[in-house]
């Protein structure tokens, strides 16, 4: 099947080339780069295939099982990164719906473009990061559900959480629609990039429903210990996004419209696709009739669960938004380094994000079956892989700078250039700051203290935002006291969260996993 899409691909950028010769050598040279592009998401396709064969997902019941791992047993240090591995190539695939909006858009529609899909990406996250927060909190309970081998219960939670997080995703749809401007006045968004920004999002607000389904749904799957088949769905996914991408913009024409549209439609396959997915293969998402019904103890449960990590991830959002307004008053040559860098960073410390999420599962797990010794090796282990991981990925970013950031920016702007590296090169070095933070919010999520998730999230973002406003505004720092404010926060809170495990929960035993209150 891959040849077969391979040559039919191929055919059709060559058919194209011949069609648009007469326009000269530019048109050739984009077409023989969309050519790359397509090639690059085939290769992401095989490789999705290639893992799902690897973990033998088949469409039976029995590889399913085969596909989950009981992280309470075996290997730690094995099977922490088996597990952590889908995640991360999962999440690698879903920041490509926007950096391959980022790549073309820059390349093809202009800086002032690449700005407004940059700023509009940044306020996208921010609202997805609630619905995100929901279902990483209920995630938690479900591992330690699972953990307990307490199937009613997990039912019971099932239930009521997708029906409250479903509500909010309604919720958030209307208000985006409804207060769309007054959104857009609180970014400070320039003149020059309004209209280009205010097209990007009426469309793309249409995918909220879309992200809750797909992350609802891998939330349970990975809380079960399957992280293969979220990943299987976006693979496909990113590829639908890359040629729809494509075909938008530079067939249709239709601008950053196109890419919106583009990034909707292979959202919405990947939220059908795995509701469908855990509805016909999953016998424990068919909730026993027993278990169908409003239970308030299940729902104060989720919610308090839920609520503190939604709000976590809100206000981590909230602060990278504020952020980005301050970024915008810069104007749009430090929007657009700021958009290109960002994305830079999030494929850099994405598989820190995601081993710390593994390892919150992880200890979760273990929480439920009271193995207070597996909790331990399980810190350790995880602290060595993030120590070792960081350094490896600051020193690429560190030294190949100037080569990333080409890949979204065109040579010939110098300027962009200089922001985005001054960018990576302050920010890039102190990655381990933010895969120690990422690994501290798995650990309280998981020990059901998100609360101090919340606290370690405020005093990073709160220092950001709060030197960033104070050291910006002086001539000989400008826009690098943003990009410094940064690192500090992260350390600062990774003191704080470390200091606390130390002193309140390492030597008074509330690590210990039949420790509740």
Known sequence: MKPYAMRII???VATLSLRKKRSGTKLVRDLAKCRRFLRGSLRILLFS???KHYYYINYTEEYVIMAQIDLSEGPITKNMLRFAFPMICGNMLQQLYNVVDTLIVGKYLGTTALAAVGSSYTLMTFLTSIL???CMGSGAMFSIRYGEKNHGKLQQDLYVSFFLIAALAV???VIVFLFLDPIMALLSVPADTYALMREYLWVIFFGIGATFFYNYFAAVLRALGNSLVPLVFLGISAVINIVLDLYFILSCHWGVAGAAFATILAQWFSG???VAYCILKCPFMRIEKQNRHFSPAAFKEITNASFLTCLQQSVMNLGILMVQGLVNSFGSIVMAAFAAAVKIDAFAYMPLQDFGNAFSTFIAQNYGAKKEDRIRQGIRSAAGCVACFSLIVSALVVCFARQLLLLFIKPEETEVLAVGMSYLRIVGIFYFGIGTLFMLYGLYRAINRPGMSLVLTIISLGTRVLLAYLLSPIPAIGVNG???????????????GIIYYILKMRYSHETDPGHRR
């Open 10 to 12: 191929k055919s059709s």
């Open 49 to 51: 295939w290639l893992v």
């Open 132 to 134: 995100l927060g929901m």
């Open 171 to 173: 919720l958030i749809n």
């Open 272 to 274: 059908v696709g795995i």
């Open 482 to 496: 943003i990009w410094w404010a940064i690192p500090i926060g992260w350390f600062l809170a990774d003191m704080t």
